[in-house]
């Protein structure tokens, strides 16, 4: 609460150092409806959609509409500050519905719960990660088109069915797609208090080589022990860690290992279109895709700015900072270049942390020599990457 409230006031002060008189906010339904009523004025909407509306301002003004979205709303956030009317209208047109949800208002991003998280975080183990990467290289392939990449998935499905067996509120489940044969997997931690808030981790299950010889085949040998073993790896040590240690958050858990990614997303498309479609609340995505390899010899986590929700970024930079205690920066994609991609573009909030900078990116993906070899020889990279994905369910899930 006390953090949001700080970046929210930073965020008030900054813009009305740019703009001193007018300040342009985005406002959901309910804060509009009060600063109507105790601005007693009648205020203009001048952009509406996705939940949100933009409005103008006196610095006076979004003073005590802070104040009152705090006191009596009891809520932190729920508004936000811009530079510019373009600016408050392109935020409206990015964010989508979802920031508006019942429990994910803006820049409401605590860390408090230290005395969870901590204990999980130290059982992080760079042998069960390492295991569990071998496993799935020894598929021939995974990609989406071929019977092992069909195998995979079920692979992986029963993985995760196997550490929660002894849990009744939690699913695990395969996700069929009309166009091909892959299944995407799904793991539901049922939340205890706001169900319909949705916390989502996920990472590709398929695998592809490309090239001339074969390449992009379903028969091709494909390990991708970097892309993307490493990420569902990473995944399956989060949710280890989280069964083995009771894990009940108030908010609804999933896991997702999506299929197809590699031509073009289209696993996590299918998941994240039906998802908006229905109206789910999804607060907050991270994509674990690529975490073995370190490339950049003085960032451990690079985060993705593209694509990308930059307040959940600059949460999940503080959760390693307190949490994970590596260096970690920022990169470009500079394209939709994995499933983070298919939630932003549906409006939700994703992040994808990465294992290097787009510079020092591994070589050997999309490749025959994609293994666990050529990429360090061990997992000590990718547990940097469950201890965040821990501390992100605790914090976010609670
Ligand atoms: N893991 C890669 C994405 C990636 C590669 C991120 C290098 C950062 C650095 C992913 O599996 C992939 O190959 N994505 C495709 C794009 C997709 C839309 C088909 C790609 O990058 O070509
Ligand atoms: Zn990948």
Not at 43 to 49: A, V
Not at 239 to 248: D, H, P, Q
Request: glycine letters at 8%; a negative charge.
């Amino acid at each position: 609460m006390k953090n949001a409230l700080i970046v929210a006031s930073l965020l008030i002060s900054s813009v009305s150092m740019a703009a001193p008189k007018a300040q342009w906010v985005t406002v959901d339904a309910e804060v509009f409806a009060k600063v109507q009523t105790k601005l007693g004025k009648s205020y203009k909407s001048l952009h509406k959609g996705n939940g949100a509306i933009a409005m103008q301002l006196t610095a006076k003004e979004v003073e005590v509409l802070s104040e009152t979205i705090h006191d009596e709303l009891h809520r932190c956030g729920g508004f936000m500050g811009h530079e510019s009317y373009d600016e408050a209208v392109q935020a409206i047109n990015m964010q989508g519905e979802t920031h508006f949800a019942k429990h994910a208002k803006f820049d409401n991003y605590t860390i408090e719960n230290q005395s969870i998280v901590a204990p999980m975080v130290a059982q992080v183990n760079e042998l069960s990660i390492r295991q569990m990467i071998e496993k799935l290289t020894n598929f021939h392939t995974r990609h989406y088109k071929s019977e092992s990449g069909v195998k995979s998935s079920e692979f992986i499905r029963d993985t995760w069915a196997d550490l929660s067996k002894h849990r009744s509120d939690v699913t695990v489940e395969l996700v069929k797609h009309k166009n091909w044969p892959q299944a995407s997997i799904v793991m539901t931690i049922e939340g205890s208090e706001f169900p319909n808030d949705i916390v989502i981790i996920g990472g590709h299950a398929d695998s592809i080589v490309s090239g001339m010889f074969g390449g992009g085949s379903p028969s091709s040998r494909s390990p991708g022990a970097d892309d993307n073993a490493s990420g569902i790896a990473t995944i399956t040590e989060t949710i280890r860690i989280a069964m083995e240690n009771g894990f009940k958050p108030k908010k609804t858990v999933q896991f997702m290992g999506y299929a197809a990614e590699e031509v073009g997303l289209l696993g996590s498309k299918d998941i994240a279109t039906s998802y908006k479609k229905e109206g789910k609340s999804v607060v907050g995505v991270i994509q674990f895709d690529m975490t073995l390899n370190k490339g950049t010899r003085d960032m451990d986590i690079v985060m993705m700015s593209d694509f990308t929700n930059k307040a959940q970024n600059e949460f999940l930079g503080r959760l390693i900072d307190e949490y994970v205690k590596v260096p970690w920066g920022y990169s470009k994609c500079g394209y939709g270049c994995s499933d983070h991609a298919s939630w932003t573009s549906n409006g939700y909030p994703a992040s994808m942390p990465f294992e290097s900078t787009m510079g020092d990116i591994n070589g050997k993906i999309h490749t025959v020599n994609d293994t666990l070899a050529t990429a360090g020889g061990d997992a000590s990279h990718s547990a940097k990457f469950a201890k965040l994905a821990l501390a992100f369910i605790v914090e976010l899930g609670n």
